[in-house]
């Protein structure tokens, strides 16, 4: 759950908004124009702020800038009317991570804040608090057989004080299966901290691991304490463990031999007790091989290595997994949704889901969130959901026998990169390799054209 702050000029608007989130059990903030909402920024650390696109008292994209300003982690969220839909465009290139246009109901716009949340998880703060509940060994779902592999393992080096790395392609469950370790660990009464190492630069990695003196650099203006600290007595997740450079490798690995380190502008060593669980998708031994990965660190590491089975190699496990985010998803947009009719499953069992779990939990919300009847159809996923049928060769991009416009292949497939990344830009564009600019570009076209809709 989340601290939100909801930004506009119409007070009763304000509190609808307000009450129906705090219902969900979000933590709720209101202010009415630009100068207020500067002033709770300062207050509080928020992890969304909401927002109609005409500010009073200020632009939006100032305020995008100010909040991202104190914490990059924040999510803005912007409403627009059908005549304001290309500044909601324009904030959202400012960096705001979506908009939407009125009218829109109360589910959706929760739905929108659950993703900007998830989207924000590998850069939040330590938290031990009531999102530890997602890490519940009951969340995760799976009777397949080499799924249940991964819960014996799991089992078996939780109580283990040692390292795991967890290997496995996107959205497997690398996240999810760290936590049911810790939960499972004699640390379980400890924090369990989670950092995404890929989300930050290499300095202010080092500042959020190792935490810093105040005066320690231009902007620290205050001490910090980090995450390893932040961490002591419990565990530590990192995440995307091969995005770390060769100087905060070498950091890590003192953690691990020698269990100290420094705040980054202090000469005083500390001590900190803490077990790491790693996670990467990345070719390790690859990266040894140039260079760019310390042995030492792997070995240390790697002690025991969990590979989390991707939904391909899941048996059975498709259809349970369907059933508990239908259920999940039409609590949550209050809609009463029974059920999935035969063709649209077959559908779904066929694709060969490159995303994973959460591919195919974004396309069961977003089916829920189209559906007009009681079960979700074909066509409801047709919609939205380009998903080519499992080929021979694994997964590759297959030509339909009727041919099809290159133009209209691109169109699919940016849509399907935003899907999977819940509409973070950037990382659509991370995943077809192209820059932010060039995907920005090709966006704002399609959209122009009416040939795509934001969420
Ligand atoms: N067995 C499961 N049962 C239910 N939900 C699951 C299961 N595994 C994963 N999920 C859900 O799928 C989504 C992706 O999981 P998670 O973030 O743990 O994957 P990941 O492997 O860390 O992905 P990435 O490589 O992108 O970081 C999450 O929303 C998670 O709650
Ligand atoms: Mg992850």
Known sequence: MGTILVVGPDGYFNADISIFLSSLGHSMFQASDYRSA???LDEHQFDAVIGDVRLPGGSISQLIQEAKGRSKSTAVIIFTDSDTVKEGLHAVQAGA???LQRPFSLPELNFQIRRALQANLGHKEAS????????RPYNILGESSSIKKVFKLVSRVAKANISVMILGETGTGKE????????NSLRADGPFVRVNCAALPEQLLESELFGYEKGAFTGADKTRIGRFEHADSGTIFLDEVADMSLLTQAKVLRVLQEREFERLGSNQTRKTDVRIISATNKDLFQ????????EDLFYRLNVVTLRIPSLREREGDIGILIQFFLKRASAEMKKDIRGIAPDALRILEDYHWPGNIRELENTIERAVLMADEEVITAEDLHMFF?????SGDSGGLRLPDEGIRLEEAERQLIQQALERCGWVQKKAADLLGVSSRVMNYK???LIKAGLLKMP
């Open 176 to 183: 999810l299966v760290a936590g049911a370790i810790h939960y």
């Open 443 to 445: 966006l704002q076209n």
């Open 97 to 99: 991570f979506s908009f």
């Open 386 to 390: 380009a998903g080519q049928p499992r």
């Open 287 to 294: 990266l040894m091989r140039e260079g760019s990965f310390r």
């Open 128 to 135: 031990a608090g009531p999102d530890d509940e997602l890490y």
């Open 38 to 40: 500067l002033l709770r």
